[in-house]
Every structure is written in C-alpha cells, then in structure tokens.
C-alpha cells in the first residue's frame, strides 16, 4: 500500500509539472496576441491621428483665408 501512495504522489506531482508547463505556454501565446493586438491599435490610432492633425490644418488656413479677405 505505501508503494501505490509513493506511486500516485509521483504521478500527479508530475501531472502537476505537465499542467504547468502547458498553461504557461498557453498564457504566453495569448500574451502575445494581445500585445500584437494593441500594437495594431495603436497603428491604427496614429493613423487616424495624422488625417484629423491634416484636416484641422486645411480648414486652419481656409479660415486664415476667409479672415483676411
């Protein structure tokens, strides 16, 4: 009976490892989506960032423009 109990501590602290093991590799590779994801959205933000400073810029000078006439 002790040999089974050695046994069956053996296995599930090596269950245990495996376990580990797995869930970190899955963590880390939607760790990496997630950062991939916020890097895109930040791509994204300059982006749209750039075409509104563009905008305000034009409709800047158009009141320049309508000013000085």
Known sequence: MEEF??????GLTILNSF?????FVVQT???NEI???LRND???NQKSSDKNKA??????KMR???ESD
């Open 55 to 60: 905008h305000i810029d034009d409709m800047l």
């Open 35 to 37: 950062i991939k994801e």
């Open 29 to 31: 590779r939607k760790n």
């Open 42 to 44: 930040q791509t994204n």
């Open 19 to 23: 376990m580990l093991i797995y869930f």
């Open 64 to 66: 320049e423009m309508y």
């Open 5 to 10: 109990m050695i046994y069956l501590v053996l």
